[in-house]
C-alpha cells in the first residue's frame, strides 16, 4: 500500500524542524524559506499548523499543466515536477486549491512536496509525532478535509 503524510497540527509545537530538514534534504541549506512543508503560526489561538502537498488522487496541478511536467512517482504515488520539462508558466500554483506547490524565482521552476522518493525527511526530524508516514487509505482531498477539521481552519 502506499504511504501519505499525515500532519497532526494537535501535536505541532511549531519548532520547525521539519522546515529546516525538508530544506536541507532539498538545497542542502538550512533555510525554511526554501521549504516545500510550511508551519503556519496562529497567534491568537496558540496554535501551530504543519502544511503541505497532500499528493491529491485527482492532482489539479498535474491536470493543469500545459506541458505534462508533472508526474505520478510509481515507487510513492507522489506526483513530482520535472524539471527540465516545466516552463515556469505557474498555472499549477493557480490550479492547486491548497496554495502547496509553489513558483521558485532562482530557478525559474515550480517546487512541491515528493515524498523525499518514500522517505520523508520532514517526518523523520519531527520531535512530537505531528507529521507521520502512514498508509494511505484516503484520498488527497479528504485527507485535506480531515486536517482542516482538526486545525479548524476554513480551507473547504
Ligand atoms: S517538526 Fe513537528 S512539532 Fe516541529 S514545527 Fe514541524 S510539525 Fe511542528
Ligand atoms: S509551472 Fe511548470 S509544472 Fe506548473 S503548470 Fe507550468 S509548466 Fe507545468
Not at 516545500?36 to 497567534?43: N, T
Not at 527540465?84 to 509553489?102: D, Q
Request: hydrophobic share 35%; with cysteine.
Amino acid at each position: 500500500m502506499m504511504k501519505s503524510l499525515y500532519l497532526d497540527p494537535v501535536k505541532c509545537t511549531g519548532c520547525l524542524q521539519c522546515e529546516m530538514a525538508c530544506s536541507y534534504e532539498n538545497t542542502g541549506t538550512f533555510n525554511p524559506a526554501k521549504s516545500r512543508i510550511k508551519v503556519f503560526a496562529f497567534e491568537h489561538e496558540g496554535r501551530k499548523v504543519p502544511y503541505t502537498c497532500t499528493q491529491c488522487a485527482e492532482a489539479w496541478c498535474q491536470m493543469a499543466c500545459p506541458v505534462e511536467a508533472i508526474k505520478v512517482d510509481p515507487a510513492t504515488g507522489a506526483k513530482i515536477v520535472l524539471e527540465a520539462t516545466c516552463v515556469g508558466c505557474k498555472v499549477c500554483t493557480i490550479a492547486c486549491p491548497f496554495g502547496t506547490i509553489n513558483y521558485v524565482a532562482d530557478s525559474g521552476k515550480v517546487q512541491k512536496c515528493d515524498l523525499c522518493g518514500g522517505d520523508p525527511e520532514c517526518a523523520k526530524a519531527c520531535p512530537t509525532g505531528a507529521i507521520t508516514f502512514v498508509d494511505a487509505d484516503w484520498t488527497g482531498l479528504e485527507k485535506m478535509r480531515q486536517w482542516a477539521g482538526r486545525a479548524n481552519t476554513a480551507v473547504l
